[in-house]
Every structure is written in structure tokens, then in C-alpha cells.
């Protein structure tokens, strides 16, 4: 099965990602990889690091004239900022030169992580809690997307709110991802509508009052969170499992949403209105046309009992406000124990945009296992020969 691991700090050398257990056979390029890296790094009320980094991967093994060999994957991505941070992040030496952090920014995970390890210096919990692991995580997941979409199965996103600004009528967006969803493609064909935006989001009007918002938001000092939606089509009926609590699909899908920085709330489908209506309101129902069997809607997002059902699976996700403020909270010095105002590293206002775009790629892994799960081989030709698309 698919797993991943990836090493790195934020202002390292390089992050690092192993993937294993992809098929022999497919096809892959760095290239493909690049898009969905450069996916990741857009959207309005991101920081200056974007500014510095141009986030492009090398693939060190598992892959000969473009094909993957069966064996893992080693991928890498150098972080350019590296060159300013050598001194502050070296490998070898003491670090007596370097002042250590004390001061823990609210929300984060620094005061924490510091305590956990018995670290005295918060510069070591900083660099691994950064967000900046979520490039090589979207690299290594964007192999297991290509194993997908080889067989058929599309992975999209588009932002429904930032901060107030939110979609409150989902007609007219709903009609366009139902004329994408026609076809198996359809939710790569919704990203790409969405990445029109500089927000993500498809109603063009909330699009343009989310970007006033976070450029107020930026004069305050202050940051926005938001709400996503994944979603995926072409999965056919039965990946997962109703049968083991660890193999259904809905906890499975929640754990890697939920693995993401800031990302505080999963919901599958209607899942939280769902809660206040009534049974009758709720469940989607059954129907008959030209021979084949139908559901009149989809308020369970695809999965019932923790097993695709056939229709378009829809996830939602809640990002918190990023956690560094440029008009701080207060915080505590460490060393001195007395109040003092949070640190303040270079950070993004708002960052649900990119965020999306990093709930496609986790999400991946995880219906990419459940479909070898079912269909497996060792090798692309071998799915082939075992599983046929849906007309």
C-alpha cells in the first residue's frame, strides 16, 4: 500500500519525501509534479516567502525514462532561503552564536513542541511545525493523484468562505461543478475553474469582497481563516470498508484533512446541518433511469457507512487563522517568565487558498489505498486488466 514520510526544516537545506508502494508502470514527470507545487504557493494574503521560493521538485530514484520502477520514490525540494539561514541552521557546530527564541507565538505549536522535546531554543520546534512541510507532502501525494487519475478518478477544490466572506448561495455553484461532474474529470475541471481566482472561490462577486477583506485584514495586522471543499469524482461504488473501524473511508479522509496546519474541522458532505434536520430531510434516495440505478441527491458526500457509494464524494474543511500576527497577542518569555508580545516570523494574512489546494493532494493517498486496496497489482498494466472505467 501507499505510504509517505517526509524529513525537512523550514529554512534547511531541502525537503525531503520517500513514497512507496506506487505501481510499476506509471507514468510520471517532475513537470507534473511542478504544477501542483506551483498550485501551492498561489493565492492573494500569501507572505514574503513565497516572494523567495520557487518550489520545483527533483526526482532521485524510482523512476527510469519516465516511468516508475515499483520500488520507492525519493523525491527532493531545495529551499532557497537556505543561503540567508546557514548560520542559524547548520548542521554542525555548537549554535553559542545563534539567539535562541524563547518567546512562543498563541495558537502555535511552539510552546508546546518546546516543552515536549525539552528544547531551549523554540527556533527547533519552529522549523518543523511550519507549514513549509506541506510543499514536499503535496510532491509525494501528487504521485499517489497520478495513480488515480490513470485509472480514472479526479481530485478537486474551490474555497466556499474566508474570514465572513462566504458563499451563501451555492446555486449557481453548485450548477457549475454539476456540469464538470458529468464527466469523470469533472472535479479537475472545477480546480481549474476555482484556480482562476485569486481566492479559489467560484462565486466571482464573494471572490472579489474575500480580497478586500484580506487586504484589511493585512492593515490590521491581523489574519483570515476559511472553509474548503474537496471533492472527487469518477470513484466507483465499494472502496473502503464498513466492516473495520480503521479502514472506513470518512475517519480516514478526516485524519489526513485534519493532518494539515490550521486545519481545525472535517465535515463529510452536510455532515453539520445535516445534524439539525430532520431523517426524511436528510438521506439521499433512490431512483431508476434508462436501466440504471440513481441517487436523487448526494447530502452524504459520496460515502455511506465509510464506503464510496458511487456519487461524487465532498469533503469540507475549516482552516483557522493563521497563528502569526503581526500585531501580536501577548506570550510569555521562557527564560525571563514575564509578559512580552508573541514573536512575530514572516508569515502569510491568509492562506485558505493554498490550503485547498494541499487538502486535494492528502486526500489522494488515502482513496488511492482504498482503490488498490480493491483492485491492486503490482503494476499499471495489471490494474488495467482488472479494473475498467465506468461508462
Known amino acids: 500500500m501507499i505510504r509517505y514520510l517526509t524529513a525537512g526544516e523550514s529554512h534547511g537545506q531541502a525537503l525531503i519525501g520517500v513514497i512507496e508502494g506506487i505501481p510499476a508502470g ?5 513537470d507534473y509534479i511542478n504544477h501542483q507545487l506551483w498550485r501551492r504557493q498561489q493565492g492573494y494574503g500569501r507572505g514574503g516567502r513565497m516572494r523567495i521560493e520557487s518550489d520545483t521538485v527533483e526526482i532521485l530514484s524510482g523512476v527510469r525514462f519516465g516511468k516508475t520502477l515499483g520500488s520507492p520514490i525519493a523525491l527532493m525540494i531545495r529551499n532557497k532561503d537556505w543561503q540567508n539561514w546557514t548560520e542559524k541552521m547548520a548542521i554542525d557546530g555548537d549554535g553559542r552564536s545563534v539567539e535562541k527564541i524563547s518567546v512562543p507565538r498563541p495558537g502555535h505549536v511552539d510552546f508546546a513542541g518546546a516543552f515536549k522535546y525539552a528544547f531551549d531554543d523554540i ?3 519552529i522549523e518543523r511545525g511550519s507549514a513549509r512541510e506541506t510543499a514536499m507532502r503535496v510532491a509525494c501525494c501528487t504521485v499517489a493523484r497520478k495513480v488515480l487519475e490513470d485509472v480514472g478518478i479526479f481530485i478537486g477544490s474551490h474555497v466556499l468562505s474566508i474570514g465572513h466572506m462566504k458563499v451563501a448561495d451555492r446555486t449557481q455553484v453548485d450548477r457549475l461543478i454539476a456540469k464538470f461532474a458529468k464527466a469523470s474529470c469533472g472535479a479537475y475541471k472545477t480546480t481549474e475553474e476555482a484556480d482562476k481566482s485569486e481566492v479559489r472561490i ?3 462577486s464573494v471572490s472579489k ?4 477583506l484580506i487586504r484589511r485584514t493585512k492593515k490590521l495586522g491581523d489574519t483570515l ?3 474548503f471543499e474537496v471533492i472527487a469524482t469518477g470513484t466507483p461504488i465499494g472502496l473502503g470498508s464498513y466492516v473495520h473501524y480503521d479502514r472506513k473511508l470518512d475517519g480516514l479522509f478526516a485524519q489526513a484533512l485534519m493532518s494539515i496546519h490550521a486545519v481545525k474541522g472535517v465535515e463529510i458532505g452536510a455532515g453539520f446541518s445535516n445534524a439539525a434536520e430532520f431523517g426524511s430531510k436528510v438521506h439521499d434516495g433512490f431512483d431508476v433511469q434508462f436501466g440504471k440505478v440513481i441517487r436523487t ?3 452524504a458526500g459520496g460515502l ?3 464506503v464510496t457509494n458511487g456519487e461524487m464524494i465532498v469533503l469540507h474543511a475549516a482552516m483557522k487563522p493563521i497563528s502569526t500576527l503581526a500585531n501580536p497577542l501577548k506570550s510569555v518569555d521562557l527564560r525571563k517568565m514575564k509578559t512580552v508580545d508573541a514573536r512575530y516570523e514572516r508569515s502569510d494574512v491568509c492562506a485558505v487558498p493554498a490550503c485547498s489546494v494541499i487538502g486535494e493532494a492528502v486526500v489522494a493517498p488515502v482513496l ?3 482503490f488498490l486496496e480493491k483492485f491492486g497489482g503490482d503494476s499499471i498494466r495489471e490494474i488495467h486488466s482488472r479494473y475498467k472505467r465506468p461508462r
Open 123 to 125: 527556533r527547533n520546534t
Open 304 to 306: 455511506e457507512g465509510g
Open 368 to 370: 488511492a489505498n482504498a
Open 202 to 204: 467560484l462565486d466571482e
Open 26 to 30: 506509471l507514468s510520471i514527470s517532475a
Open 209 to 212: 469582497k474575500a480580497v478586500a
Open 297 to 299: 441527491t448526494n447530502r
Open 225 to 227: 481563516g476559511g472553509v
